[in-house]
């Protein structure tokens, strides 16, 4: 079966990639993530804050990247983490200089202003990709969380600009409450498979719809996950969690048994899956927006009222 996948411009063996972590800070995990067959790295993200408190930061990731590039043979996506077009820029062109094969944009925004309308808060993110398409070459990845009023129209607002590829979706690590401290309480949570649904849904809702490439993020913790995210239209898909409970042999799983179950039901190339499911393809495409509420509704079994 031919696994070959093409995302941001870049011709890779697979779908199958780990996403932004830490995984990457450890050149030994990096060397045995590339072992284990991922088809690229991302790096996790230079954060602005980390820019701002720490000169020496900066130097640190792009020494990092360095290494990366040095002793790995497939390509390297670095990763930033901000608000500020200035410091996008500023950091890009040198990430750009670094050796980066590509550059993914994780718009990491929690929007608390209420003076702050919500096109407004999608300008900003339309305006710092369209300054950064302008001033770099290699190809711009947008990571995005699921909470703008319409993930379609600004989807669509990035790929007309040139947005190499979108990334669906961000996890925001909600804050816990400490009643006895009066704090907040946080805490790190590693994602399960329930959260793959939000993910196939937008996916599939754009795949076909837009020129830029699609990123499956959050939930696959299964090869069967993986199936679903390539169905739904995703071009990659990249795995955090699973990689972080279950090491890099994860990954050799999930391709390996990826491309069992395709071939045993007939598929001949990752392409062919690509989308199958999509509501482009869809013969109910109602079923992506209010049809799909309804029925669970209405076939929902409910426990007994006592």
């Known amino acids: 079966?031919?696994?070959?996948?093409?995302?941001?411009?870049?011709?890779?063996?697979?779908?199958?990639?780990?996403?932004a972590s830490p995984l990457a800070n450890d050149l030994d995990m990096v060397l045995r993530l590339e072992d284990a067959g991922a088809a690229a790295i991302v790096m996790p993200s230079l954060f602005e804050e980390d820019i701002v408190k720490y000169d020496e930061r900066p130097d640190s990731?792009?020494?990092?990247?360095?290494?990366?590039?040095?002793?790995?043979?497939v390509?390297?996506?670095?990763?930033?983490?901000?608000?500020?077009?200035?410091?996008?820029?500023?950091?890009?062109?040198?990430?750009?200089?670094?050796?980066?094969?590509?550059?993914e944009l994780n718009f990491y925004h929690v929007a608390t202003d209420v003076s702050e309308t919500g096109s407004a808060v999608e300008r900003r993110v339309v305006d710092i990709v369209a300054v950064l398409k302008e001033?770099?070459?290699?190809?711009?990845?947008?990571?995005?969380s699921p909470f703008y009023?319409?993930?379609?129209?600004?989807?669509?607002?990035?790929?007309r600009i040139g947005a190499d590829g979108l990334v669906l979706f961000n996890r925001f690590y909600q804050p816990d409450i400490d009643p006895e401290h009066l704090e907040p309480a946080l805490a790190l949570e590693?994602?399960?498979?329930?959260?793959?649904?939000?993910?196939l849904r937008w996916i599939a809702?754009?795949?076909?719809?837009?020129?830029?490439?699609?990123?499956?993020?959050?939930?696959?913790?299964?090869?069967?996950?993986?199936?679903?995210?390539?169905?739904a239209g995703a071009d990659c898909v990249q795995i955090v969690s699973a990689l972080l409970q279950h090491g890099p042999r994860f990954l050799t799983r999930v391709r390996d048994e990826f491309e069992r179950w395709a071939a045993?039901?007939?598929?001949?190339?990752?392409?062919?899956?690509?989308?199958?499911?999509?509501?482009?393809?869809?013969?109910?495409?109602?079923?992506?927006?209010?049809?799909?509420?309804?029925r669970i509704l209405q076939s929902a079994q409910w426990p007994a009222a006592h």
């Open 1 to 19: 079966m031919d696994l070959t996948t093409r995302y941001l411009g870049l011709v890779l063996a697979h779908p199958f990639m780990p996403g």
């Open 61 to 73: 990731y792009l020494e990092q990247l360095s290494r990366i590039k040095r002793r790995v043979s």
């Open 75 to 103: 390509p390297v996506i670095a990763s930033l983490n901000g608000t500020t077009a200035d410091r996008w820029l500023r950091y890009a062109r040198l990430i750009e200089r670094g050796g980066a094969d590509a550059l």
């Open 135 to 144: 001033s770099i070459r290699i190809p711009l990845a947008v990571k995005l």
């Open 149 to 159: 009023s319409s993930i379609p129209n600004l989807s669509a607002q990035l790929d």
């Open 190 to 199: 590693l994602s399960d498979s329930s959260e793959l649904r939000l993910r």
């Open 205 to 231: 809702i754009l795949s076909g719809r837009l020129k830029t490439s699609l990123a499956l993020t959050g939930g696959v913790h299964d090869p069967l996950d993986a199936v679903k995210a390539i169905m």
């Open 264 to 294: 045993a039901h007939g598929y001949e190339s990752v392409g062919e899956m690509r989308g199958s499911m999509n509501m482009a393809r869809s013969h109910s495409p109602h079923t992506f927006e209010r049809g799909n509420y309804m």
